[in-house]
């Protein structure tokens, strides 16, 4: 609190009083202003941080998924790989590192760069429907497609014990189909599937802004 009394009841003192009122008001704005760029400048500082993680991860993920590739002897198609992700990620609202895993999963189980990327929608819908992790969905349909069928049971498919020993890969993915085909267009059309876009694609603007950094 500060008291400001005019003791010389004068022109000139009241004058002088309110010289001091302005030059105090001028002082207590200034203040502010340095408290609001302190405080700005931390911020701008905190999110240039996290944009650059954001950014070195990222890169370090999609480096990972490019020797997979390169070892698959499907180095010709990295660039195409890498675009799908990245469309993939921003139209279904999963982040792209989630996608490069289970990508390179599919990948490395049916050396076909077609396959894998029919699986990875596939395994969205089945992950939305079925509140299974992505990793885990990618993972057992990784395993059906080369016969291992056993850990399928989670999800329900409506095969028995024994119809889950025998039953081919196509059957399989039929039995998935049937179930949770058109989950992620239908959790995209709710409001937390359209703010997960946007958070999706927030993310990708960060990563940018930490690669320009």
């Not at 701008?44 to 890169?59: C, L, N, P, S, Y």
């Not at 089945?126 to 399928?152: F, K």
């Amino acid at each position: 609190k500060v008291g400001i009394v005019a003791d010389d009841k004068t022109k000139k003192g009241i004058s002088s009083a309110e010289k001091n009122i302005l030059g105090l008001t001028k002082n207590v704005k200034n203040l502010g202003k340095t408290f609001a760029s302190v405080f700005a400048l931390q911020k701008i500082t905190r999110f240039g941080e996290a944009a650059v993680k954001a950014f070195m991860d990222d890169q370090k993920a999609a480096v990972q998924l490019s020797n997979t590739v390169k070892n698959l002897g499907l180095a010709f198609a990295d660039a195409d790989i890498q675009k799908f992700v990245e469309q993939l990620s921003l139209a279904s609202g999963v982040v792209d590192d989630k996608l490069r895993p289970a990508m390179q999963k599919l990948l490395q189980v049916t050396g076909s760069v077609v396959q894998s990327q029919k699986l990875l929608k596939n395994a969205i819908d089945i992950s939305e429907g079925s509140g299974v992790d992505l990793a885990t969905v990618a993972s057992d349909l990784a395993n059906a497609y080369v016969g291992n069928n056993r850990g399928l049971k989670k999800y329900a498919l409506g095969l028995s014990a024994a119809e889950l020993k025998t039953a081919s890969f196509d059957k399989v993915l039929a039995a998935f189909n049937k179930n949770f085909s058109g989950a992620s267009a239908a959790y995209l059309d709710t409001y937390a599937g359209k703010m997960a876009k946007l958070t999706t694609a927030a993310g990708e603007a960060q990563e940018a802004i930490g690669g320009a950094l």
